[in-house]
Structures are given as C-alpha cells and as structure tokens.
C-alpha cells in the first residue's frame, strides 16, 4: 500500500505551512529545517522536526513518504544530492517557483522517475517559520507537473498533498509553467521593485501620500531579495518575453502621453484585469492518472482552465 507520510525539507513560509496543513489533514508528517534557531516555534509547538537531513531521508525511505522540497532554487541541488544516497526511490515533489531548472536539476542527480514537480501558487512577502499559516493554500492553485515520462502514482500523490492542503490542482508541463508565471508573478515582481523605487525617489512628500495603489502594487517589493532573485534569473528566458512585452507597452504608453493621452494602455489594461476578473475555471472530472493518454489529457485541460478537485484513482497515497 502507498504511504500517505510526508517529509518538508525546509521550513520557512512554504514548507513550514505545508508541514502544518498535511498535519492538519491527519497525514504523518517530519520536517527538516539547516538551522533550530529558525524553526525554535515548530519545536516548541511539537512538531516533529529537526536539524538531522540523513535522519529524515532515511525515514522517508523507510515509509515510502512523498518528500517535499521546500528550499530556495540556490539550495535545490545540495537537497538532491542527499536524496540521491539516502532515498533514492522515495517519491520527490519540490515547490520552488521556476520548474524546468528543478527538473534538469533532478535529472542530474538521476532522480526524474520518481520525481513530480509541484507549485503553490500562493505566498506572502514574508518569510521563515513565523509567517507559516496552516490556511495558506486554501482555494489557492497548485501546478502538478505533467512533464513527459512522469509517474502516475507519484502525480497522484502530489495531487493529493495538494488537495490535502485546500488547493485545486492545475495540470501543467513545465516549460509552460515556466512561461506562464513569468507573466503573472515574475514580471509582477520586478514591477513592484520599479514601481517602489519611482516612488521612494520622490522623497518624503510623495512617500507620505502613497496610499492603496502604491501600496498595493509594490506590496511584493519587500519578499525576501534572495527568494525574488533566484525566481527572476531562474525564469530569465521566459521572464525576458514577458519583460519586452511591457516594456513595449509603457514605450508605447509615453510615446502616447507626449500627445496628451494614455487613453491605449488604460483602455487595454482595464480588458486585461475584466478579463483576469471574469476567468472561469472548469473541474476535471474525467481523467484517471494511469489510464491511456492521462498525462496529455490532463495538461490539454489545464491550458483550458481545468483543475482537478478530487483523484479517481485506486491509490490511497
Ligand atoms: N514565498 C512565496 O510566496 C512562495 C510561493 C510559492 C513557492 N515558493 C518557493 O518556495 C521555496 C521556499 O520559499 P519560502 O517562501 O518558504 O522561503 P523562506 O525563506 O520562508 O524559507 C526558506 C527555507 O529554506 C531554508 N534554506 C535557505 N537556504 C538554504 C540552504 N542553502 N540550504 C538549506 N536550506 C536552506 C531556510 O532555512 C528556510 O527554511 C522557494 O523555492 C520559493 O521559490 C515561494
Ligand atoms: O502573494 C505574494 O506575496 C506572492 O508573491 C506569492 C507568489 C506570487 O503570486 O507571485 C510569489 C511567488 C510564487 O512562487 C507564488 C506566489
């Protein structure tokens, strides 16, 4: 029978709310963390933690749980290498913003048959294990990866942590992963970081006036600069196409204003938000990980908007 434990490595905001949602959910869950000092509040709320990697592999290997990778991009392969000797056949997830590099990373350590990659498509701007929420991903979307060659029953088991979690699932290859959050969450960073610096050159008058769409619109400036550059430059390709497309349109926008209007980019805009607003999304119902043709079945109907809210699957993992 497939093991329904789990193991976080790495318990800031993601791994530690993950740690406490599969909890939550009644799964066995262990977490690893490199230093206590961070994690002194999960020690001393009881969580089953601790600072010993080799311990906590070779307890995933023992128990067949699905690892969680839960570390910065930078920090990824160290993970991998540990794996790759103490639990080579565990099953692996991974929650780090860019997919494709984790996958190569993956591959090169010689763990892509049972590796899944996963994405919450949720945060804050905060980090460690004092802004962990047991709630973070409720609604929220999660990205199950559908690259070719993956494992149904491990796609099945990131799918259930996931849903475990209160997340729907979004089935999605990597590279159109890749090129879809470069838009939404990439470009939407380096935004903010402009945005914050336009605003804080105008000196004290301008920065005792901002209000809510200053507010909101620099809100991701303050993530963690280390968190904001590794999915930044590890996205570069697909982040420089979406970089070039707003570039073009605040070009365009300043061409404009120079004949008096910005009427091009406000009216296009505000269809683009009504658009993201009106978004419809529709519940996978029909596919079964495992049967003919699953993995393609399911990313063509998450590039339409489909999700999956619960697993037809004889898998209890
Ligand atoms: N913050 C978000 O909104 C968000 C959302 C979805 C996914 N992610 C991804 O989740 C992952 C973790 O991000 P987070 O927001 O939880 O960050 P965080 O800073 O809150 O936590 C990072 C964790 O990784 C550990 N860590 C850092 N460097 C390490 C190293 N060199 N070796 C071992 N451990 C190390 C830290 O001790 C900490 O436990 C990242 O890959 C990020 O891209 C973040
Ligand atoms: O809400 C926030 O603070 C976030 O930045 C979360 C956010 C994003 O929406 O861009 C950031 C990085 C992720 O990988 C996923 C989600």
């Known amino acids: 029978m497939t093991s329904s434990s789990v193991c976080v490595l790495g318990l800031g905001l993601i791994g530690g709310s993950i740690l406490r949602a599969a909890h939550d959910a009644g799964r066995p869950v262990w977490g690893w963390n490199r230093s206590a000092d961070a994690i002194a509040g999960a020690i001393a709320d009881g969580y089953d933690v601790g600072t010993d990697l080799t311990a906590a592999l070779s307890r995933a290997a023992a128990q067949d749980a699905l690892i969680v990778i839960a570390v910065p991009m930078p920090a990824v392969d160290s993970v991998l290498a540990a794996i790759a000797e103490h639990a080579p056949a565990a099953p692996i997830t991974d929650v780090v913003s860019v997919k494709a590099e984790v996958a190569s990373a993956v591959a090169a350590r010689g763990l892509q048959a049972r590796y899944v990659g996963g994405h919450p498509m949720a945060g804050t701007n905060q980090s460690g294990w004092s802004a962990t929420d047991p709630t973070l991903f409720v609604d929220a979307v999660w990205v199950?990866?559908?690259?070719?060659?993956v494992d149904a029953d491990v796609w099945t088991r990131v799918a259930r942590l996931a849903l475990d979690c209160g997340s729907v699932v979004v089935p999605a290859e990597s590279v159109e992963h890749d090129r879809a959050v470069?838009?939404?969450?990439h470009l939407p960073h380096l935004l903010a970081e402009a945005l914050a610096m336009v605003g804080a050159a105008g000196g004290p008058l301008a920065l005792g006036l901002a209000a809510g769409s200053f507010r909101d619109g620099t809100r991701v400036a303050s993530s963690s600069p280390n968190l904001v550059r590794a999915m930044t430059e590890g996205n570069a390709a697909a982040l420089r196409t979406a970089l070039d497309e707003a570039l073009a349109a605040l070009t365009a926008a300043r061409e404009e204003l120079d004949e008096g209007s910005t009427k091009t980019l406000v009216d296009a805009?505000?269809?683009?938000?009504l658009q993201y607003e009106q978004h419809q999304r529709f519940e996978i119902t029909d596919i079964t990980p495992g049967e003919p043709g699953w993995r393609q079945k399911l990313q063509d109907a998450g590039r339409r908007g489909g999700v999956v809210r619960q697993i037809r699957s004889a898998s209890p993992g």
């Open 144 to 149: 199950v990866a559908t690259d070719p060659g």
């Open 269 to 273: 805009g505000n269809i683009a938000r």
């Open 182 to 185: 470069a838009r939404i969450s």
